[in-house]
């Protein structure tokens, strides 16, 4: 039997982790026509497969799940379908990586995943899609937020398309003219009455995409609210959508704002981690993220003490980073589960003129604490490369 890989599978590393997803989902597979062909003997089951697989079009004759939800699309990148486009967050990973991660791990519908740095929520929504429970870890407000709209706002669709209406054609239909920012508190005010969280939550996040659109790209606020407010609606009708059209059992999603160096779980709790450490010494993450911060009322430069990587002035730097890397890594030994997967995606980045070992650091002190080093999968990463140009998937067992 054939498996034929996704058009969009074109580097090394895609192929490398299409093949260990292919073994851990059952199927023992060689490789021809140059590598976009596998072919599959004796899987365990073809279903399972069709269902699950991340990077593949077709198995036989039939047509993967996964090459039909990134139809949901309404943006030009593959990796940005349903609501995984909500908020241009940078550093974000590839969600088709996540769900080859998610197969290599061998979770099931019951079981728990954990990233302890969610970021823009990737890997929960990924987890979410595939009916497997996960909890997301951030620090940041907005990484918290922008999680929360992503997986939550399917389940209130209604609310918010009602919600929608009266917001953003408010003023006789005339757009949003008196929300611009020398009236942003009756923007602020008309969310603030809507008394659902998840529906409020839709519209800060709309808010903050519009905000971004303004300070990065000088568009008019007013008018991109108005644009993003549709366009999410659109993304999360098409989840709806994808939901009842392919009969998808949705996982049981958690958002935590909490601290990677102290996670609010229970030692042995979770059965994989997929997470991705913040490049905090070369790209920094609050700056980055100083308009949204602003517009939900963060004091900036205090919670730049809280951010790993960004504290500490250039001669401290590194070495906190480096403790606080260790401290994430004892955390995460401890919440997960022996004999299970830890996927940790991380590089080398490059500080004032010199590389920083980081990925050598991770492989060593993991190690050292009980993790066995697995596969160490090299990818090539794009947008940094002025202080990175690749990644390693460093993927660990517990024992």
């Given at each position: 039997?054939?498996?034929?890989?996704?058009?969009?599978?074109?580097?090394?590393?895609?192929?490398?982790?299409?093949?260990?997803?292919?073994?851990?989902?059952?199927?023992?597979?060689?490789?021809?026509?140059?590598?976009?062909?596998?072919?599959?003997?004796?899987?365990?089951?073809?279903?399972?497969?069709?269902?699950?697989?991340?990077?593949?079009?077709?198995?036989?004759?039939?047509?993967?799940?996964?090459?039909?939800?990134?139809?949901?699309?309404?943006?030009?990148?593959?990796?940005?379908?349903?609501?995984?486009?909500?908020?241009?967050?940078?550093?974000?990973?590839?969600?088709?990586?996540?769900?080859?991660?998610?197969?290599?791990?061998?979770?099931?519908?019951?079981?728990?995943?954990?990233?302890?740095?969610?970021?823009?929520?990737?890997?929960?929504?990924?987890?979410?899609?595939?009916?497997?429970?996960?909890?997301?870890?951030?620090?940041?407000?907005?990484?918290?937020?922008?999680?929360?709209?992503?997986?939550?706002?399917?389940?209130?669709?209604?609310?918010?398309?009602?919600?929608?209406?009266?917001?953003?054609?408010?003023?006789?239909?005339?757009?949003?003219?008196?929300?611009?920012?020398?009236?942003?508190?009756?923007?602020?005010?008309?969310?603030?009455?809507?008394?659902?969280?998840?529906?409020?939550?839709?519209?800060?996040?709309?808010?903050?995409?519009?905000?971004?659109?303004?300070?990065?790209?000088?568009?008019?606020?007013?008018?991109?609210?108005?644009?993003?407010?549709?366009?999410?609606?659109?993304?999360?009708?098409?989840?709806?959508?994808?939901?009842?059209?392919?009969?998808?059992?949705?996982?049981?999603?958690?958002?935590?704002?909490?601290?990677?160096?102290?996670?609010?779980?229970?030692?042995?709790?979770?059965?994989?981690?997929?997470?991705?450490?913040?490049?905090?010494?070369?790209?920094?993450?609050?700056?980055?993220?100083?308009?949204?911060?602003?517009?939900?009322?963060?004091?900036?430069?205090?919670?730049?003490?809280?951010?790993?990587?960004?504290?500490?002035?250039?001669?401290?730097?590194?070495?906190?980073?480096?403790?606080?890397?260790?401290?994430?890594?004892?955390?995460?030994?401890?919440?997960?589960?022996?004999?299970?997967?830890?996927?940790?995606?991380?590089?080398?980045?490059?500080?004032?003129?010199q590389e920083v070992k980081t990925v050598e650091l991770t492989v060593d002190y993991c190690q050292s604490l009980g993790f066995q080093l697995e596969k160490n999968v090299e990818k090539i990463i794009f947008g940094l490369y002025n202080v990175m140009q690749k990644?390693?998937?460093?993927?660990?067992?517990?024992?």
């Amino acid at each position: 039997m054939e498996a034929e890989v996704l058009k969009n599978t074109q580097f090394i590393y895609e192929v490398a982790l299409a093949r260990l997803e292919l073994g851990a989902l059952g199927a023992d597979a060689e490789i021809t026509n140059g590598f976009r062909i596998f072919n599959i003997k004796k899987p365990d089951s073809i279903k399972t497969l069709i269902d699950r697989l991340a990077y593949f079009k077709r198995v036989g004759s039939e047509s993967t799940l996964y090459s039909k939800l990134i139809t949901y699309n309404q943006t030009r990148s593959i990796n940005q379908y349903l609501t995984h486009w909500f908020y241009p967050y940078k550093g974000k990973f590839h969600p088709q990586m996540i769900r080859a991660l998610l197969n290599y791990s061998q979770v099931k519908p019951g079981d728990l995943v954990l990233d302890p740095y969610m970021g823009s929520g990737t890997a929960c929504l990924e987890a979410q899609v595939l009916g497997i429970d996960s909890i997301g870890v951030d620090i940041s407000p907005v990484c918290n937020l922008i999680s929360k709209v992503k997986t939550q706002s399917v389940e209130v669709l209604d609310e918010i398309m009602d919600e929608s209406s009266e917001i953003v054609n408010k003023s006789n239909g005339n757009s949003i003219a008196n929300f611009g920012e020398k009236n942003g508190e009756r923007l602020d005010d008309a969310i603030a009455k809507i008394k659902n969280e998840k529906v409020r939550n839709f519209f800060q996040v709309a808010k903050l995409i519009s905000h971004s659109d303004e300070s990065r790209r000088g568009r008019n606020f007013n008018t991109q609210f108005k644009n993003n407010v549709e366009k999410m609606l659109v993304s999360v009708k098409d989840y709806q959508r994808a939901i009842k059209k392919h009969g998808l059992k949705i996982g049981k999603t958690t958002i935590k704002q909490g601290d990677a160096r102290e996670l609010p779980l229970d030692g042995k709790s979770v059965d994989a981690i997929v997470t991705s450490p913040p490049y905090s010494i070369a790209l920094d993450y609050v700056k980055n993220d100083a308009h949204a911060l602003k517009a939900l009322g963060e004091d900036v430069t205090k919670i730049r003490d809280g951010f790993i990587g960004v504290r500490g002035s250039n001669g401290t730097k590194l070495q906190l980073y480096d403790g606080d890397l260790k401290k994430t890594y004892d955390e995460m030994y401890r919440v997960l589960k022996p004999k299970k997967v830890c996927s940790i995606v991380i590089g080398n980045a490059t500080f004032q003129g010199q590389e920083v070992k980081t990925v050598e650091l991770t492989v060593d002190y993991c190690q050292s604490l009980g993790f066995q080093l697995e596969k160490n999968v090299e990818k090539i990463i794009f947008g940094l490369y002025n202080v990175m140009q690749k990644e390693n998937i460093l993927i660990f067992r517990k024992e």
